[in-house]
């Protein structure tokens, strides 16, 4: 998870690529660097261990200039982040390279080089790439042909890009498995991981598939597939231009993000009908013959499927499963009869879910169907079918906004699969209400942030907690586990409340915050029965209650008000509280919430 940003202009581009690199800080921040070439020829480099701040510092103190280059923020795979272990990697004084991805076999061909005199300076994979890449140049192979005999000996993911000292004016870059998009200017051409990074200087992108390579220069690009013969891919203009990606009044993007919601919400769920075509012209053709659903995800993603499952089981009686991608694609599965596969992703290039439906068996399923974030992405190309969610560009490495919009887009794809069961007796009426109550609903709920992050200081010198919910509340408490372990760092589980007495009631004591989520509906007296028998224990509950419920606090009870919704708008609104509650622990915790240690936004290697 790696960001890469690329340039061949006639115009300096040292400021292009460093801030291309803070828009795709999401994607890596253990460390940045940046090559390039100046018109003498020379190449020159920067790189450091830790944030982009650190490159942008030692380039404002000892400026390196060209009008061709590379640049990259990492999320290390193979090596410590060191400077060392910094991308851009060097081979010959002459040849700069940029690697998205992971060589599987690495140590075979490092063990060949070094067997030919080759040192090597770090200890990633990578590095291998460059030194190939240079040998064969030394050799007499032009650029472009020096990077072809490099990748076919390479097995694993990669996007790369590099440069030369000797080929004037060219910057050559190549994909297979990890995401490249070309930049269209006028006298220049750009690259990168994503198109944040390059709408400060165009709105018109190249989608590079895999196994394709191009060939970068001020005067424009040329494609060509994995033989090497010419080829052409569509030009796409950006409709939305460059979106800004300031915090604008918020200490971080993900309180931004959070209250963004109710927008987003609105955004994506513009429209009165609901109506099949949403989802692609050929969608209700499709829905007819659906009889069970199997959805792949990972993360965030799987929880929003786990959701759905309930909707599409309860309410539409469709069959379904869900299961993460990353074991989906590793073992022998079975798909029902007119199996729909539905594949989520905010960014659309997660590796794990894009190997995992670029494997199925061609007989396996009626279609494939995606729910993304972002148009023109793999997952996106790779699927029969689309809904587009609006959640616009997500900064923050903990997914909000981007989960919620999935959330209403698998809500109306239930409503299309349901109105087709005949054993089915989906009442629309109520869908559309969920549809037009949730961004107001969202609203009054972070309306209660101030509440919320009073509960806070209960969480500081926590090491662990608990999350329950019942029915299709549990995915929710999944959820909000997972926010508070990704950017607090408490180690948090998801419990349905009903499996306390199974195991997890052994941990509960006086230190052990239980937070709990309290949703008007058939399960809550359950729910109130499993939450005295940790009260009885000792355990210190923080209950997100529906108004209406007229749950107290007490001794040893926090309660939190949640506004009063419908059934279907009720996991979004119970997602939002705990969106903030993990927020303002993190942020009395002092830790770096947009950019927790570790990880990384976009998902794109195995």
């Known amino acids: 998870m790696c960001g890469i940003v690329a340039a061949a202009a006639q115009r300096e581009v040292s400021e292009i690529l460093l801030e291309g690199l803070r828009r795709l800080e999401y994607r890596g921040y253990d460390s940045a660097g940046m090559a390039l070439i100046n ?11 830790g944030k982009v701040k650190a490159l942008e510092d030692a380039n404002a103190l000892n400026p390196i200039v060209g009008c061709r280059g590379v640049a990259h923020t990492r999320w290390a795979t193979h090596g410590e982040p060191t400077a060392a272990n910094a991308h851009p990697h060097i081979s010959g004084d002459r040849v700069a390279l940029v690697h998205n991805g992971i060589i599987e076999n690495h140590a075979s061909l490092r063990n060949a ?8 300076r770090s200890e990633t994979d990578t590095e291998v790439i460059v030194h190939l890449i240079n040998s064969s140049l030394e050799q007499g192979a032009s650029l472009f042909n020096a990077v072809r005999e490099t990748v076919a000996q390479l097995k694993g993911a990669y996007a790369i890009a590099v440069v030369d000292t000797e080929h004037e004016n060219e910057v050559v870059v190549a994909r297979e498995g990890s ?53 052409t891919r569509e030009k796409t203009r950006s409709k939305g231009g460059d979106k800004q990606t300031d915090k604008g009044e918020f200490e971080h993007y993900m309180l931004k993000e959070i209250y963004e919601q109710p927008d987003r919400l609105r955004d994506t769920l513009t429209f009165d009908a609901l109506d099949d075509a949403l989802f692609g012209d050929q ?17 965030t993603s799987y929880h929003a499927g786990l959701v759905a499952r309930h909707w599409l089981e309860a309410i539409a009686g469709v069959p379904c499963q869900v299961e993460v991608a990353s074991e989906f694609r590793y073992r022998r599965s079975v798909a029902l009869p007119g199996t729909l596969v539905v594949t989520i992703s905010q960014s659309g290039e997660t590796a794990d879910t894009l190997a995992a439906i670029k494997h199925l068996p061609d007989d396996y399923a009626l279609a494939k169907l995606a729910i993304c974030n972002v148009d023109h992405s793999a997952i996106v190309r790779a699927s029969d079918l689309v809904f587009l969610t609006k959640a616009g560009p997500e900064i923050g490495v903990a997914s909000t906004k981007a989960f919620t919009t999935q959330l209403a887009a698998l809500m109306v794809l239930m409503a299309c699969i349901a109105r087709r069961q005949a054993k089915n007796a989906l009442d629309e009426s109520l869908v559309k209400q969920a549809i037009a109550e949730l961004p107001a609903a969202v609203e009054a709920t ?6 919320i992050k009073e509960l806070a200081s209960h969480f500081i010198q926590r090491n662990h907690a608990l999350f329950l919910g019942r029915g299709v509340y549990h995915p929710i408490a999944l959820e909000g586990a997972l926010k508070l372990k990704e950017i607090s760092y408490i180690h948090a589980e998801a419990f349905p409340a009903g499996e306390l007495k199974h195991g997890p009631l052994a941990l509960v004591d006086d230190k052990m915050p239980i937070v709990a989520v309290a949703p008007k509906d058939d399960l809550l007296d359950k729910l109130k029965s499993n939450l005295e028998e940790v009260r009885a224990r000792g355990g210190q509950l923080f209950v997100f209650a529906d108004q209406a419920v007229g749950y107290e606090s007490g001794p040893g009870v926090t309660v939190i008000d949640v506004p009063s919704v419908t059934e279907l708008a009720g996991p979004i609104v119970y997602t939002v509280v705990l969106q903030l509650l993990s927020y303002h622990v993190a942020v009395a915790k002092g830790t770096d919430v947009d950019k927790p240690r570790n990880l990384a936004k976009s998902v794109t290697v195995e």
């Open 39 to 49: 018109n003498d020829h020379a190449l020159q480099l920067h790189k450091y261990s």
């Open 113 to 120: 080089l070094r067997a030919r005199g080759v040192e090597f």
């Open 179 to 231: 995401p490249l998009v070309l930049g269209v200017g006028i006298g220049e051409t750009f690259a990168g991981s994503d198109t944040l990074a390059l709408r400060q200087v165009t709105d018109t992108f190249v989608y590079l598939e895999d196994g394709d390579f191009a060939v970068l220069k001020p005067s424009g690009f040329q494609i060509f597939d994995e033989s090497g013969a010419p080829i």
């Open 283 to 299: 969608a209700a053709a499709i829905f007819d013959q659906v009889q069970a659903v199997q959805i792949i995800a990972c993360g």
């Open 446 to 451: 972070i309306a209660q942030d101030a509440k």
